[in-house]
Every structure is written in structure tokens, then in C-alpha cells.
């Protein structure tokens, strides 16, 4: 018999379940091009409503639902300010700099958050020709490479009143948004309400197996359509998928719950094994980085010895090992997980 293998290497390893198969396949599917997919019209109505903005477009990927709100909302030439970590800096190839053509900045911190005070000094206008125009902000949340920890309301209405005293625009990423409704219980509307656009991901702890969706008013999203186009994003009978993605957000937005409880249980079990560090204060979600330097494995090797007995998981530096919970991850995963750690760790001692 297969040993069962316990993926924990990102939630976006999910796989749809039987019910969100059959909502796929039983889908009712127009053109997407020519607007008339009823089933990518409901997820983007109910995105939309869910977040209390005007208008949803649906998304192959969450890469290109941030590109097109970046495009949208700034001109070429124009300065975004992000964080250093965020997933646009990160993660999406320099798109931003390639396809809108405009200048990043960064602020850097441990926990997501952005400098006000650095920012307040850096804002430029179109008033002096030195200098490239400061258009837009992007926040992320939760923030993914500073351990999915959450920002916080506080500090998003701090950024939203920075952003209205230099008529800046504010996009969020929000890929994630549903874990920070898990974690703190403020609805994902109450996030959205202090940004133009946000984008929402279907496809990691919701368990859709693709697509996201940027919500903000429909001016704004006419303008995400067109970059939408230019970007290759056109798809035709998408209510396949589509489907997939509003069943999600029907049904697997309240369990996000159960995934931070474990990676909370997975993070205090790690943390009793010698050697491993991590600091608890940062598990908010469903995210725990755990520090190897003390087991004396770098963590790759960690990785490919805990992937040798059936756990997967990440190494997202040489002394740093990921691990996230989902929906395809049960409590006795999670035992199992920590009882293989400890192996592997005693092994190594």
C-alpha cells in the first residue's frame, strides 16, 4: 500500500473535492470574451458583493490580477510604493517594471508593514521633472513571505490617510484576505473598503483549482480588462473554472478556520523539538516558518529528509523551512508531521 504523503509544501497544492467536481461540471457556460459566461458573471457579482465593491473580473492567476490593477491604476513612468517583501517585488518577475513601466520603491520590515514616515518623505508630484510621480500603494495581505502574518486594520487606515492626503491610489493584494478574516473576525469588506482595488485568490486556501478576481468599481475595471486583454488573460467557456472558484467562496471560506489551528498546533509541536526555532508570535494564519540553524541542517536538507518519510514542505532560505496548512491537511496530518519531525530531528541530534 502507498504510504499517504502529507503536502504541507503551500495551500495551493489543493484539489478540488467531489462537490466543487460537480458544480464544475455542471456548470452553465457562455463566452467569457464577449461577456457572457453566466457563471464567471455570478463569482464576479459575488466576489464584488463579498467585499462590497461595484464590479468583479475574474483572473487565470493572481500574478495577472495584480499586473492589471498595477496598469490600471498608474501610467508610464509613474512610482509605486511596496513592501520590500511583498509578492509584486517578490514574486511576479518584474512585471510590474516590464509590462507598466513603472518604478518601484520599497520600504522593508519584519512584519509587512510599511514606513509612513519614510513614505511621507519620499511622495512625488508631477509638479518638479527630476523625479517619477508617486501614483499608487499595493499592501498585501496576509503577507506571505513575512510568515502570513496580518496587517492590521490600524495600520491599513493609517496607509489609506497617506494615500488621501497625496492623492494616492491603494491596491491591495489580498490573496490571502480570508486568512485575516479567519484570524481576527473583521469582515474582508471592512479591508476592501480602504483600497481602490483589491485582488482575491481562489486557488490557495479556498481550494479552487485556479483563478482569482480584482473587485474596485467599474471605471477602474474597465481599465483592468484592457491590460487583462493585453496580457494574454482572454478566456472562453471560463464558467468551468469559474464555477470552481464560486464554489469556494461559498463553502470554504469559513474553514480557513480549522487550517490555522493546525499550522498553530504543527508550529507548538516544532518548536518542543530541539534545535528547530520559531517564533509563534508571527503563526496568525496558516503559515509556520520554522528556523533550522540549531539542528545543524541547512534547510534543504531538512526538507529532503522529512520528504523521504512522506511530509513536503519548503525551504524558503538556507536556515528556513515552510510549512501550510489547507484543506487537504487533517489533525492527524499534522500529528503525524510533527512525530516524523521529531524523527528526522533526533536522527540528525
Known amino acids: 500500500m502507498t504510504k499517504r504523503v502529507i503536502d504541507l509544501r503551500s495551500d495551493t497544492v489543493t484539489r478540488p473535492s467531489p462537490e466543487m467536481r460537480r458544480a464544475m461540471m455542471e456548470a452553465e457556460v457562455g463566452d467569457d470574451v464577449l461577456g457572457d459566461d453566466p457563471t464567471v458573471m455570478a463569482l464576479q457579482q459575488h466576489a464584488a458583493e463579498l467585499l462590497g465593491k461595484r464590479a468583479g473580473l475574474y483572473f487565470p492567476s493572481g500574478t495577472m490580477c495584480n499586473q492589471a490593477a498595477v496598469r490600471a491604476l498608474t501610467r508610464r513612468g509613474d512610482e509605486v510604493f511596496l513592501h520590500a517583501q511583498a509578492h509584486i517585488m517578490f514574486y511576479e518577475q518584474g512585471a510590474a517594471s516590464a509590462l507598466s513601466q513603472v518604478q518601484l520603491r520599497v520600504f522593508d520590515s519584519p512584519d509587512g508593514t510599511l514606513d509612513l514616515e519614510k513614505m511621507d518623505e519620499y511622495v512625488h508630484t508631477d509638479a518638479d521633472v527630476h523625479f517619477a510621480p508617486t501614483r499608487l500603494v499595493c499592501l498585501e495581505q496576509t503577507h506571505n513571505h513575512c510568515g502570513g502574518v496580518v496587517l492590521s486594520l490600524e495600520h491599513m487606515r493609517a ?67 484592457r491590460a487583462r486583454k493585453i496580457y494574454g488573460g482572454g478566456m472562453r467557456q471560463a464558467g468551468i473554472v469559474a464555477a470552481g472558484g464560486l464554489y469556494a467562496l461559498r463553502h470554504n471560506v469559513a474553514r480557513l478556520a480549522d487550517d490555522q489551528r493546525r499550522a498553530r498546533r504543527l508550529a507548538e509541536g516544532l518548536t518542543a523539538l530541539p534545535g528547530l526555532a520559531i517564533d509563534l508570535d508571527t503563526v496568525q494564519t496558516n503559515m509556520v516558518f520554522a528556523g533550522t540553524r540549531g539542528t545543524g541542517m541547512p534547510a534543504a536538507d531538512l526538507v529532503e529528509r522529512l520528504g523521504a518519510e512522506g511530509v513536503l514542505c519548503l525551504d524558503e532560505a538556507r536556515w528556513s523551512v515552510r510549512f501550510v496548512t489547507h484543506l487537504d491537511v487533517d489533525d492527524g496530518d499534522i500529528e503525524e508531521t510533527l512525530a516524523v519531525a521529531a524523527r528526522v530531528v533526533a536522527a540528525a541530534g
Open 159 to 225: 496607509v489609506r490617510e497617506l494615500c488621501d492626503r497625496h492623492g494616492l491610489k491603494l491596491h491591495l493584494d489580498g490573496a490571502r484576505l480570508f486568512n485575516a478574516v479567519a484570524a481576527t473576525g473583521v469582515p474582508a469588506a471592512e479591508y476592501a473598503a480602504l483600497c481602490d482595488t483589491v485582488s482575491i485568490c481562489l486557488s490557495k486556501g479556498l481550494g479552487a483549482p485556479v483563478g482569482s478576481v480584482l473587485v474596485g468599481d467599474a471605471a477602474m475595471l474597465q481599465l483592468a480588462a
